[in-house]
């Protein structure tokens, strides 16, 4: 059995991708930050998961200060700002997760309705379809499934 790197670098000539292994978290919120205004593409569960917990920290420790500051929770600076920093790349690593489970970015909308963001958060949760998809080549290097055989022994589907 063979062992490949983990890492391989990327074909601009940009930063390194982990390939078939998981992203740290600190490799994670950067590549989160890095790509807070990339809207295409997919993202692998562990960029999306470290980056939820790195942010859901973040707006924790902004509320926990304002509170410390501000005893009667009247201002809502500190959080405002927290959260208008973490919006743009939590959307983005969002739809890009959604991408990967082949899903649209409208599927974000469901956020609006009660429980909604339970219903987009288990989307995120599944792993990938393995293989290149309508959003981009698989994060992992996976190649595309095989296509099941047909009762003449031939591939499945139009040739």
């Given at each position: 059995?063979?062992?490949?790197?983990?890492?391989?670098?990327?074909?601009?000539?940009?930063?390194?991708?982990?390939v078939?292994?998981?992203?740290?978290p600190?490799?994670a919120?950067?590549?989160?930050?890095?790509?807070?205004?990339m809207?295409?593409g997919?993202?692998r569960?562990?960029?999306f998961?470290?980056?939820?917990l790195f942010?859901?920290?973040?707006?924790?420790?902004?509320?926990?200060?304002?509170?410390?500051?501000?005893?009667?929770?009247?201002?809502v600076?500190?959080?405002?700002?927290?959260?208008?920093?973490?919006l743009?790349?939590?959307?983005?690593?969002?739809?890009?997760?959604?991408?990967d489970r082949?899903?649209?970015a409208?599927w974000?909308?469901l956020?609006?309705?009660?429980?909604?963001?339970?219903?987009?958060?288990?989307?995120c949760?599944?792993?990938?379809?393995?293989?290149?998809?309508?959003?981009?080549?698989?994060?992992?290097?996976?190649?595309?499934?095989?296509r099941?055989a047909t009762?003449?022994?031939?591939?499945a589907?139009?040739?």
């Amino acid at each position: 059995m063979s062992h490949t790197s983990p890492t391989a670098s990327a074909p601009s000539g940009g930063p390194a991708q982990v390939v078939g292994g998981r992203l740290g978290p600190v490799e994670a919120v950067r590549t989160v930050l890095r790509k807070t205004f990339m809207w295409s593409g997919r993202a692998r569960r562990s960029e999306f998961w470290w980056w939820t917990l790195f942010a859901s920290a973040v707006y924790l420790t902004a509320i926990a200060v304002e509170l410390r500051l501000d005893p009667t929770g009247d201002s809502v600076v500190i959080t405002g700002v927290a959260w208008a920093a973490l919006l743009l790349p939590t959307l983005a690593v969002t739809v890009r997760r959604l991408h990967d489970r082949s899903f649209s970015a409208w599927w974000l909308l469901l956020n609006l309705l009660p429980f909604g963001v339970l219903v987009v958060l288990v989307l995120c949760a599944f792993d990938s379809w393995a293989g290149p998809n309508q959003y981009g080549p698989d994060p992992k290097g996976r190649p595309s499934p095989a296509r099941p055989a047909t009762a003449a022994g031939g591939p499945a589907g139009p040739r």
